[in-house]
């Protein structure tokens, strides 16, 4: 009808602008939600990936991230931030990479088939010139990550006809064969081609640390653009338990681990068990998997939300980023540039120090009262750290050890400087008001001896004793606060001098100060989806047993045919060298003279010395 018609007021242009304006920006906002869900990080924002979840089937939701700070037109004062520490191995400009390569591993460990190590054994692996068991597990795990990939995708390395080659090539990878997969994997793409100098450096992986951290960089990159990756960045967080028990692969009653997805039989658990535990039962696998520094130092933002990188928990005034990454405060400078400024804090002191140069009233309000919500949180991370250091360590002095004997120098020494400044103050206040009422009452005693004349000689005492008065109640107050401020400096020059001789004589026997990682556990690593069967499910062993299948139609891997490195594969380059002379000698030896061409023996000595003399020159 027309009492129910209402109509519309129109609308002016500007308003109709407006109207389009909010529409788009609500489209936008929109588009950047849906983007976000399904993003992943590559080479310049990987900092930091986490794939527990607690709230299975909800939405992810980013941890919440610090208010970014706002440039003011004033003057900054400048803020010098208290020295690094430097008890890990990997200098500090290559810490963030190393950390966020570390992450990525850590993170994904499970869809990689790799063990948790400790970061220090990590820092400990990179730095060191030699073959270990941690740098060769690792850089294998990404390989047959990102193989498995091409695999799936029907990618081919070769011509049809040497297809099986090429595979058994990947097939056998190992700890001697690997930079030769990692190699020709790289050159099998121009896409790839930027890595392959830092292999040439110095025989990888026996080159610098800039060249390994490279070359890892890249193989994370490839392994987060993977479906699997992507599969777990994108997953709920539920978990997806096993059908099949992990000793026998068959149905039945089975027994669930509270952390990972595998199941068992009763009595297929060592030791056998006769009625399901009350409490959270784990498998001798998620056992094998606790490792201190790492499952017992995950923080509570990783704990409470799912969410795919981590991120700084606060800035400071020159927009420098704080992080909380490997129980420690690391301090990232602002900018673009490569070797950016790095500072940590790996200790309660350290910490302390650094909070009392924020400004808590202005400039670091945000980022003061961060640190102070998660102070808990850090000191129980710093203290592991502590803990596993002096274990570690044996008879030898630690590093951390003697950076907390000097930081608790300087706090003893600062709050006795305090101290002593606000003692001298009341004292030279008393000594004020004293010398203030001497001449009061020596005033009222002049007055007294003018209006009283008769009485001279009795009075002309009183001045006397009124001016021995203000000597002791004036003038050695004075004297004494005079004294005290000239030991002051004294003192303090002194505690100064000592401080910085210790200062000096940390600095100059810092490479005899033990660090963690220094023990060598990255040379006695052990990944258990390597050498333990029950790390892995009944379809992934499916899977290898269909590949050793295909291949054994043209190659022997019969358990008499198996082939085996005469010496060592890991430890220095001398070592490796001496592995693969003897190797050689031995392949020769086993070989039947039959199959050898007729005039060998004639040749055997030349051809035999040249491959050693190469070798030798490794």
Known sequence: SEDEYIEEEPQSDEDEALKEDSDCLENDVLDEE???????????SFRSQSTHASTPGKKKVRAPRPRTP????????????????????????????????YEVLRNFSTVLRLSPFRFEDFCAALVGQEQSTLIAETHISLLKAILREEDSSNTTFGPADLKDSVNSTLYFIDGMTWPEVLRAYCESDREY??????????EYPYGPLESKIKVLQFLVDQFLTTNIAREELMSDGSMQYDDHCRVCHR??????????????????????????????????????????????????????????RQEPIGYDRHQRKYWFLNRRIIVEEDGEHKKKKIWYYSTKAQLEELMDCLDKEYWETDLHATLEEMKEEVHAHMAITED?????????????????????????????????????????????????????????????????????????????????????????????????????????????????????????????????????????????????????????????????????????????????????IYGSRNLTVS??????IQLETNVPAPFMHPNWASHRY?????????????
Not at 87 to 92: F, H, K, R, S, T
Not at 579 to 584: E, F, P, Q, S, V
């Open 70 to 101: 706002i440039l003011e037109d004033k003057e900054i004062p400048s803020l010098e931030l208290p020295d690094t520490s430097e008890d890990l191995l990997v200098p500090n400009e290559e810490l963030l990479n190393a950390t966020s390569i």
């Open 579 to 584: 592995t693969l002379r003897l190797t050689i």
């Open 34 to 44: 849906e983007e976000d869900d399904a993003s992943y990080c590559t080479e310049s």
């Open 388 to 568: 596993l250091t002096n274990k570690a360590r044996g008879n030898s002095k630690a590093y951390l050890t003697a950076v907390n004997g000097t930081d608790l120098i300087l706090s003893s020494h600062q709050k006795n400087r305090d101290k002593f400044e606000v003692e001298a103050k009341r004292r030279a206040e008393e000594a004020k008001q004293e010398v203030e009422t001497a001449s009061v009452k020596t005033a009222e005693d002049t007055g007294e001896v003018t209006s009283q004349p008769d009485n001279r000689d009795h009075k002309e005492t009183e001045p006397k004793e009124d001016v021995s008065s203000q000597g002791k109640s004036g003038v050695y107050p004075q004297f004494m606060f005079s004294l005290m401020c000239q030991s002051s400096p004294a003192r303090s020059d002194g505690e100064s001098s000592r401080l910085s001789f210790l200062k000096r004589d940390l600095t100059v026997n810092l490479n005899n100060l033990f660090k963690l990682g220094q023990e060598g556990k990255y040379r006695v690593y052990h990944n258990q989806y390597s050498t333990n069967v029950l790390a892995l499910n009944k379809h992934q062993h499916r899977e290898d047993h269909d590949k050793r299948r295909h291949l054994s139609h043209k190659f022997s891997l019969t358990t008499a045919s198996e082939f085996k490195w005469n010496g060592s």
């Open 193 to 202: 081609h930027h890595v392959l100098p830092y292999q040439e450096v110095d």
């Open 606 to 618: 030349n051809l035999h010395q040249v491959p050693m003399n190469l070798l030798g020159r490794c």
């Open 251 to 308: 149905l039945g009653d089975l027994l669930c681990c509270e952390t990972c997805s595998a199941v068992y039989h009763l009595e297929c658990v060592k030791p056998p068990l006769e009625e399901v535990p009350e409490d959270e039962w784990q498998c001798e696998i998620c056992v094998a998997h606790k490792v201190p520094g790492v499952t017992d130092c995950v923080t509570e933002a990783q704990k409470n939300r799912p969410y795919i």
